[in-house]
């Protein structure tokens, strides 16, 4: 297989979805003191750096107390909170006056009192579109990741944690980059940890087989890929391919291509003026019309109905 296919479909469905850019501060607390987290990012990240803390959505009695080198992910429409205690009294987070700023990072402090500190950092993303809609489904509101000692993603969260601490030229890209890799590496963690709940995407990764297959789908999906083509990239008979991918996630291998192609037409319709003739190259149709007659076997209606609709 070349090496153009070796594609990660969770790192294509990220990237795609442009989830990049997150906004992040690092924090600390001392003493008694509870922070209430903004309402409206799709999926809030939040380490613990050092201390200890209780972390909560909605309800207390559902609070997890997080350790220093904890990662929690946090999807939720319902306001988050971290305290030193469940239920503790709470100051909104974007209400405390940042004591500095380094690098374009807000460093605020919470609490009062002496004692050794909790400190954590936060970021926020918000993604485009909904190509990412079945993977947040697939997390819980909270989910705690505890990275077992010299696991890549430890590695990273030190990694990390050491940049806060000290300035330095092209600080900002890097903390960005690596608070993209932990993104990664935590959603990946998570989702191994729970393959039941997992997208069924996830799980077909593990088949040596069929992850060939979807990886080659997800590395040229404008490709006139026939069962034949990834069952021979896949080193399977038609037939077995077929099986294996249906029973693994629930389509047929050109209907999950057809349902990606659609997926990506979603999101150039929604966030460009690209024409439809544009778009259908893109997807590798043969044409504006035969793409147009595929958008709406698949939704319904034609795409420029469906684009004035998702812009209006």
Do not use: N
């Not at 505890?146 to 430890?154: D, E, I, T």
């Not at 249906?246 to 319709?269: F, N, S």
């Amino acid at each position: 297989m070349r090496a153009s296919q070796a594609v990660d479909v969770l790192t294509d469905l990220l990237q795609r979805s442009r989830a990049r850019g997150a906004a992040f501060s690092h924090s600390s607390a001392r003493g008694e003191w509870g922070v209430r987290f903004p309402v409206g990012a799709r999926l809030a990240i939040h380490g613990i750096l050092g201390g200890e803390a209780y972390a909560w959505v909605g309800d207390p009695g559902g609070s997890r107390h997080v350790l220093g080198g904890d990662l929690l992910l946090v999807r939720s429409t319902s306001t988050q909170f971290m305290a030193h205690a469940p239920g503790a009294a709470s100051v909104p987070f974007d209400g405390q006056p940042p004591v500095a700023q380094s690098c374009g990072t807000l460093r605020r402090e919470f609490g009062a009192g002496t004692g050794d500190a909790t400190t954590f950092f936060c970021g926020a993303y918000s993604f485009d579109g909904d190509l990412c809609a079945g993977l947040l489904a697939a997390l819980p509101e909270l989910t705690v990741v505890r990275p077992g000692a010299g696991s890549s993603l430890r590695a990273t969260v030190d990694v990390f944690a050491g940049e806060l601490l000290h300035e330095g030229p092209g600080q900002q890209a890097l903390l960005d980059s690596l608070l993209d890799v932990i993104l990664v590496q935590a959603l990946r963690e998570q989702l191994s940890a729970d393959l039941r709940a997992a997208p069924a995407w996830f799980r077909a990764m593990a088949d040596p087989a069929v992850g060939v297959a979807l990886r080659a789908v997800h590395a040229d999906p404008a490709r006139a890929w026939t069962v034949a083509d990834l069952a021979a990239a896949a080193s399977l008979s038609r037939a077995t391919l077929a099986r294996r991918f249906t029973a693994l996630l629930g389509v047929a291998p050109l209907a999950y291509l057809t349902d990606w192609r659609m997926a990506l037409a979603r999101e150039q319709l929604r966030s460009g003026d690209a024409g439809l003739a544009v778009v259908a190259r893109s997807l590798g149709y043969a044409s504006e019309f035969s793409f147009a007659a595929a958008f709406k076997r698949h939704h319904g209606v034609p795409p420029g109905r469906w684009r004035g609709a998702a812009t209006a």
